[in-house]
């Protein structure tokens, strides 16, 4: 019955209805719209990050302290074996990594040199899709890919050719010319300015490094049980080796990400409190509005709590309605901002590539953007319903009969 009552009560009066609903909407599609930046924020730039260094990698101890030669690893049938024997890892790209000086006719340029299985590093870095102009190599080509910065840099383009100095394996030379088969453009402004790719014999055999690896790139299958995964990992591994997660190699992203949510919670507190009075504002409103009603209900013998317990039921429908409905507004909107993402300005762009970010804005549509800010200001709105139950409580029938209350 009481139920049926709450129910009744939310067509008795619609617009009090629509009104109260209307301003739960609003504050769950602001609160999505927020949330599903800061996301997207933090998505791309981890994106961004382990396009290139992967969820997590395996190298030698040393290798990441003091990226030398001479702490590069000879592969093993065992070691690959035992590596994909682990339940998260589904597959593994062997890399080669050196630096040189890339040049051109006239300007040079100190770049990052990557030697790579292609077909295995399509899972990773999904070449195909970052293409710019040319195309891939293939694993027997004596051909290179450069990132579009690098590439612009030295001003060259598909079909000229590049030629590599650098030092090698225990000291040897390093030198090389390579026809440029492809140029790639990448989201991080700072790789995106010094890459340059091999196949993986080529480098191998350009840094006399025949037969040796710098690290192998893990594709992880649950990225969620990436840090489990690289505990688990160093425990099996031979003792020379280590698992590195990309928080551990790169953890200044992982600290910005950090620092920024915070921020933004901070923010997304504020937002919250000005949620909180704009749907008090309208329970007031809508509690003013019913004092006489709740006066007769009393006066004719309606226990108080059951009347508390009506308004508790009115605020859950209207709470849940508000929440359903600001998550259907607010996620074709997500959607459309998510496959069409915002570029900044020129202006913009510049400063952002100072702080190697990609100027772009993108959202997320992670499910876990819409349960958690849909329960949050439900929660609020079951919160705030309570003030027409404290009412209720104090309420004075004759004076509420009146009017005067």
């Known amino acids: 019955?009481?139920?049926?009552?709450?129910?009744?009560?939310?067509?008795?009066?619609?617009?009090?209805?629509?009104?109260?609903?209307?301003s739960i909407l609003f504050a769950v599609f602001f609160a999505l719209l927020m949330r599903s930046l800061q996301y997207g924020a933090y998505e791309n730039m981890i994106k961004n990050v382990t396009f290139y260094y992967g969820y997590a990698q395996v190298h030698h101890k040393d290798y990441w302290k003091e990226s030398s030669f001479d702490n590069t690893f000879?592969?093993?049938?065992?070691?690959?074996?035992?590596?994909?024997?682990?339940?998260?890892?589904?597959?593994?790209?062997?890399?080669?990594?050196?630096?040189?000086?890339?040049?051109?006719?006239?300007?040079?340029?100190?770049?990052?040199?990557?030697?790579?299985?292609?077909?295995?590093?399509?899972?990773?870095?999904?070449f195909e899709s970052k293409i710019r102009s040319g195309r891939t190599f293939r694993k027997d080509e004596k051909q290179a890919i450069l990132s579009s910065g690098l590439a612009n840099f030295l001003h060259l383009e598909?079909?000229?050719?590049?030629?590599?100095l650098g030092q090698g394996y225990q000291g040897q030379s390093a030198a090389g010319k390579y026809p440029i088969c492809g140029i790639v453009e990448f989201g991080a402004p700072q790789l995106n300015s010094r890459l340059v790719f091999l196949p993986l014999l080529e480098a191998q055999s350009l840094f006399a490094a025949e037969g040796r690896?710098?690290?192998?790139?893990?594709d992880v299958e649950n990225v969620r049980r990436n840090d489990?995964?690289?505990?688990?990992?160093?425990?099996?591994?031979?003792?020379?080796?280590?698992?590195?997660?990309?928080?551990?190699?790169?953890?200044?992203?992982?600290?910005?990400?950090?620092?920024d949510n915070a921020i933004g919670m901070i923010a997304l507190t504020i937002l919250y409190l000005i949620i909180g009075f704009g749907i008090f504002g309208t329970i007031l409103m809508m509690t003013r509005e019913r004092i006489y009603e709740f006066g007769v209900l009393i006066s004719i013998g309606m226990k108080r709590w059951k009347l508390m317990s009506v308004m508790l039921m009115e605020a859950f429908f209207i709470a849940t309605?508000?929440?359903?409905?600001?998550?259907?507004?607010?996620?074709?909107?997500?959607?459309?901002?998510?496959?069409?993402?915002?570029?900044?300005?020129?202006?913009?762009?510049?400063?952002?590539q100072k702080y190697d970010v990609e100027p772009v804005l993108h959202f997320s549509l992670n499910p876990e953007i819409f349960l958690t800010q849909g329960a949050y200001v439900f929660l609020i709105a079951i919160i705030i319903s309570f003030y027409p139950i404290y009412k209720?409580?104090?309420?004075?029938?004759?004076?509420?009969?009146?009017?005067?209350e």
């Open 392 to 404: 209720i409580s104090k309420l004075k029938v004759v004076k509420a009969l009146r009017g005067t």
């Open 74 to 126: 000879e592969p093993s049938a065992d070691l690959e074996s035992q590596l994909l024997r682990h339940s998260n890892v589904s597959g593994l790209a062997p890399r080669i990594e050196g630096f040189a000086l890339a040049a051109s006719e006239s300007i040079t340029k100190a770049a990052m040199v990557t030697g790579v299985e292609i077909e295995e590093e399509e899972k990773l870095i999904n």
């Open 1 to 22: 019955m009481l139920g049926t009552l709450a129910y009744r009560n939310l067509f008795r009066n619609k617009r009090r209805t629509l009104i109260t609903a209307a």
């Open 228 to 259: 489990d995964t690289a505990i688990e990992l160093k425990n099996e591994i031979p003792e020379e080796l280590t698992a590195m997660t990309w928080k551990e190699m790169v953890p200044q992203i992982a600290q910005v990400i950090e620092a």
């Open 213 to 218: 690896l710098s690290s192998y790139i893990l």
């Open 321 to 352: 309605i508000g929440v359903i409905m600001g998550i259907i507004l607010a996620y074709p909107v997500l959607l459309y901002f998510y496959f069409n993402p915002i570029y900044l300005g020129s202006d913009l762009a510049n400063l952002s």
């Open 158 to 164: 598909v079909g000229d050719t590049l030629v590599l």
